[in-house]
């Protein structure tokens, strides 16, 4: 039908590919952008084991069992890596999918989406690069400083603090 074809470029077009992992034969099936997140062009089935070859080996583990899990207790597979492709050095993808099963209960496909999670991890990465130097500085500094949330909480106390008022900051 003409809007679940709207629903699919639009999904499509936003950034978001689809990906299915036919279990029986062993062969994942993705949009033209899904391929290209891991560095494919123009390949739309490829064999599992390739597929597994754009991961770093232990994330490739890592995924194996995650799928494997998927298919043994029917959970929904949520799992982030980064990948080496052609325009970065190191790019992350997260995989979402649920569980397909045959008429007869049995697991079939794995059907999902893959998301370009790069600039999140980034940001991320950022945030606790600021964060490490600003608790540097805090544990250095000879006055005593305490951070102190909007409810009162205390959640920081600097060295100098600890050695002042006699407390530890897990006290």
Request: negative net charge; aromatic residues 8%.
């Given at each position: 039908?003409?809007?679940?074809?709207?629903?699919?470029?639009?999904?499509?077009?936003?950034?978001?590919?689809?990906?299915?992992?036919?279990?029986?034969?062993?062969?994942?099936?993705?949009?033209?952008?899904?391929?290209?997140?891991?560095?494919?062009?123009?390949?739309?089935?490829?064999?599992?084991?390739?597929?597994?070859?754009?991961?770093?080996?232990?994330?490739?583990?890592?995924?194996?069992?995650?799928?494997?899990?998927?298919?043994a207790t029917g959970d929904r597979l949520d799992i982030a890596f980064p990948i080496a492709t052609g325009?970065?050095?190191?790019?992350?993808?997260?995989?979402?999918?649920?569980?397909?099963?045959?008429?007869?209960?049995?697991?079939?496909?794995?059907?999902?989406?893959?998301?370009?999670?790069?600039?999140?991890?980034?940001?991320e990465e950022a945030l606790r690069t600021r964060e490490t130097h600003l608790r540097s500085i805090l544990e250095t500094i000879p006055d005593a400083m305490i951070v102190i949330d909007s409810r009162g909480?205390?959640?920081?106390?600097?060295?100098?603090?600890?050695?002042?008022?006699?407390?530890?900051?897990?006290?």
């Amino acid at each position: 039908p003409v809007r679940d074809l709207r629903f699919r470029l639009g999904i499509e077009r936003s950034g978001v590919g689809m990906w299915d992992l036919d279990i029986e034969t062993q062969h994942v099936t993705w949009s033209e952008n899904a391929g290209e997140l891991f560095g494919v062009l123009d390949k739309r089935k490829i064999p599992y084991d390739f597929f597994l070859s754009r991961l770093d080996p232990l994330d490739g583990e890592r995924l194996k069992r995650a799928i494997a899990q998927t298919v043994a207790t029917g959970d929904r597979l949520d799992i982030a890596f980064p990948i080496a492709t052609g325009r970065a050095a190191r790019h992350w993808v997260r995989l979402r999918a649920g569980l397909v099963r045959s008429e007869d209960g049995r697991p079939h496909h794995l059907s999902g989406i893959a998301l370009d999670i790069d600039e999140v991890k980034q940001v991320e990465e950022a945030l606790r690069t600021r964060e490490t130097h600003l608790r540097s500085i805090l544990e250095t500094i000879p006055d005593a400083m305490i951070v102190i949330d909007s409810r009162g909480i205390m959640q920081f106390f600097s060295n100098a603090a600890e050695r002042q008022f006699g407390y530890t900051a897990a006290e």
